[in-house]
């Protein structure tokens, strides 16, 4: 297995702040941190990323990897992180021959602040082919209510999105940052340092995640990052974009939007969700059933 060269460079997720509330009142309160990281690959200058801070070296190895200019973890030879001079040092033993090319061309994404996805990923048809995932519907309600423990920072703090690994009804990893495409990232992350070794003894099972969860919207930024972690099921508790629908279709993504206590939307084209938990119809209504055999 590959060596790493590799900083731990966490930092608090919050600070606290004197503010004054609405009866004139000063009162200390916890904000979510907010602090700029610039990427620098093999010397150059690549982004700056805007983060927690919380785990920035998962963080940057994610947003290479996501972005398509790593494809290897073991092409890793050391990550160091600095906070003193806001900069992320990684330094590679082989990278992409079209690096060049493939940063020159960015297409600013909707992702919280602005993310970016280099080289045309937004056209990539090369993906191998992702597992037909089954979803039953009691798993999904199971997971709705697991996923409830684990906002930390946005219970403190609000101003965060958070995403997860899971596998079904267990949540495997879950991560927040100021922005869904950080926390994305920064699993993604995770799931490469587990595989070099280098990863937190609970990180051992990232890799037999087959849904994956984020409280932001379900964009095409979002289903190409999670097509490429070989992932099937991309739930949220946000809504979905057009792109975002049509590049989920392309890859075999089943997304269930706004999914809240036993509601959601769901765009499943290979069937796979098993609808064996449906909640009764609220009073005034009828079920999707029964509506649709009216129809008929």
Known sequence: MATIVLSRARMPTTVEIT???????????????????????????????MTLGAEPEALVLGYLRNQGLLTRAEDVE????????????????ALPEDLDERLAQRTVTTGCGQGTVFGRLLDATDLNPLPRTPLPQSVLYRLLENLKSFNETYRNAGAVHGCALCRQDRVLGFVEDVGRHNAVDTLAG??????LGEGAAEDAELGEADIFYTTGRLTSEMVLKVAQMGISVLVSRSGMTQKGVELARRFGVLLVARAKGRHFQVVDDLARLHLDAMPAPRPGERSTRLARGSDE
Do not use: C, K, M, S
């Open 19 to 49: 503010v004054t509330d609405e009866y004139g009142e000063p009162r200390r309160q916890a904000i979510a941190a907010e602090r700029a990281l610039t990427v620098y690959l093999n010397r150059q200058e690549i982004v700056t990323l």
């Open 78 to 93: 050391v990550l160091q992180v600095d906070w003193e001079v806001e900069a992320a040092a990684v330094v590679t033993r």
């Open 190 to 195: 995770r799931q490469w340092l587990a595989a």
